[in-house]
Every structure is written in structure tokens, then in C-alpha cells.
């Protein structure tokens, strides 16, 4: 089955929302599809992410992290260690020796909501702060991550 995009629409009047197919193309594979009124059917309903949301956080606040520090080489070992320090992490007890691991979850659009990527750059900012800055507070960290967007030609941030 294709993916299908649907917007909720909530008619004047009305107390209950609908979802709609949300261009030409989901209509017209609703219509191929050929369900009829009463048909159950059951997916996956998810937020996409804000593209704009998705660059503030990797264009803007890792990448000002990243070229201010000197622990990590790359920008991915850094993302891991962040998330290593957020809730947003696998756990798994290897059964030979009982030890609890943990892996970084992605930050992919596919694995992860508007909701949830919200939630996870809430977390992080404690933790940059805590780990590379920790003689400055959130609003000097948004104003400093402003200042490099502007001064890279882009619209803040923050």
C-alpha cells in the first residue's frame, strides 16, 4: 500500500474531526484502494517533522557544539553521546553478563515525530550546557547559536 498523507479537518459545527486525503495523489489512491463506507482499516498515524524544526537542532545547535568543542571528531560521535544522554536510547541487557547496554536512537524523520524531536532537543539542552558549557545558561546558548546562523547568512534559530 502507498503511503497517503491526511489532514485533519474539523468542519464548523461538527465535534468530531475527520481525516481527509491531503492532495490529488492520496485521493486518488483512496479510490484505488476502493474502500467503502464501514471498511475498517488501521495504520500508523504519525506527525511529520517541521524541516525547519529538523535544521535548528542539526544545522544550528549541534553544529555550533560541534565546532566549539574538541572531544569528538565528527559530528555523528557527538549526536551519539547527546542522545547517550537523554532518554532517547535503546536499553538491552546482554544475556551473557547481565550488563545493561544502551544505543542512541535515530533522529531520522522516519523514527522519530514533531512531538518526540521537541521532547529530545529539550533534553539536550541541559545537557549541552552541563558537558561544554557550564558556566552559561539556555539564553546564551540560543543567542550564541543566533549569532552563528546570522553570521552564516541564515535565519536564527531560536
Partial sequence: MPDLTFVVYNPPGHGQPYLVPSSAFDIKNV????????????????????????????????????????RFDTPEALR????????????????????????????????????????????????ILREFFPHEGIDWLKASVNQQAFMDGLMSFF
Avoid at 532518554?87 to 545493561?100: H, L, M, P, R
Fill in 31 to 70: 479510490e484505488r484502494l476502493r474502500w467503502k463506507h464501514g471498511d475498517v482499516i488501521t495504520s500508523e498515524f504519525r506527525k511529520p517533522r517541521s524541516g525547519p524544526h529538523h535544521r535548528q537542532v542539526f544545522g544550528g545547535l549541534l553544529r555550533f557544539v560541534f565546532e566549539a568543542q574538541e
Fill in 80 to 127: 551519539c553521546f547527546l542522545t547517550l544522554n537523554t532518554s532517547f536510547c535503546i536499553e538491552c541487557v546482554d544475556q551473557a553478563t547481565g550488563q545493561v547496554l544502551r544505543f542512541p536512537r535515530s533522529w531520522s524523520f522516519r523514527e522519530m515525530d514533531e512531538r518526540e524531536f521537541k521532547q529530545l532537543k529539550e533534553e539536550l539542552l541541559p545537557v
